[in-house]
């Protein structure tokens, strides 16, 4: 995504952090064929976003970690598991956590996509919620580990545990971490099933984004009272657009690269 919170020292302007950096030019190379041109005589093609399945998988293993929570300590009393029931517990989340991190590098890439085939408003609107399951379920863990640490410090006897058991304050970071991950998913659900269904064209093939773009410095300077808000969207907007043309523009040099030299080699005469 594009990064509007850095701002130049000496000139106070935008710079582009883009989260994608990590990913390899040859991956966007290969991404050419299926990209979405801003202009063409071709039909501009809807390309959906592949996330929904991976969403619901990660609402169902999000519950099925807080069933587990409570029917662990149930059937592993006294070690019958091979392990202490709290610890086996933070095991499996410590397990999830590896799987939630494999869901959120989907996410990446296939939103990485997506903004590829022009649909910036998209990207933007679902950029915090994508990310949010991930830093839960971190959060989750650094707080299981403290909990944890006091449980042991604290918890010796179940006299000096108050009213619950030990197992019973980890099955609270659980449910807590569940239910404010579900609350995001579903959130991330519903915004992706509503943006499949709807078979919009990109945003940069749209007149009134490109009117938007063209008009938004002006707008943005006018004489008189301007919420920051408004300001920041402005920017985020043109940030956005600009990255993307010059995506665009990139991407379209190099086909044309690879066009010439193909039809240099076909008009070579053979010996």
Request: net charge neutral.
């Amino acid at each position: 995504m594009v990064s509007l919170s850095e701002t130049s020292r000496h000139s106070g302007g935008y710079f582009f952090n883009d989260e994608q950096n990590s990913i390899q030019t040859s991956d966007t190379e290969e991404l050419l064929r299926d990209h979405v041109g801003l202009t063409g005589d071709g039909e501009i093609v809807f390309r959906k976003i592949n996330t929904l399945w991976a969403i619901i998988c990660q609402i169902l293993l999000s519950i099925a970690l807080l069933t587990g929570s409570f029917i662990i300590p149930v059937f592993c009393l006294q070690n019958k598991c091979g392990a202490d029931d709290i610890a086996l517990v933070i095991y499996i989340h410590g397990a999830f956590w590896f799987i939630f991190l494999a869901f959120d590098r989907y996410y990446r890439q296939q939103h990485y996509v997506n903004r590829l085939n022009g649909y910036l408003e998209f990207y933007r609107r679902t950029k915090n919620i994508r990310r949010m399951p991930f830093l839960i379920t971190s959060g989750g863990n650094a707080l299981l580990l403290i909990v944890t640490r006091i449980l042991e410090e604290y918890c010796h006897t179940p006299d000096k545990c108050y009213i619950l058991k030990k197992e019973n304050y980890i099955q609270i970071v659980v449910a807590m971490e569940t239910a404010i991950m579900l609350i995001f998913l579903i959130m991330y659900l519903a915004r992706t099933y509503k943006f499949n269904r709807c078979q919009a064209h990109p945003d940069v093939s749209q007149d009134e984004m490109l009117n938007s773009f063209v008009h938004s410095q002006s707008q943005a300077s006018d004489i008189g009272f301007r919420d920051e808000n408004y300001v920041d969207q402005v920017l985020e907007k043109q940030a956005d657009m600009i990255r993307y043309l010059k995506q665009h523009n990139s991407q379209l040099g190099k086909r044309i690269l690879a066009l010439t030299a193909q039809n240099n080699s076909l008009n070579e005469p053979r010996s």
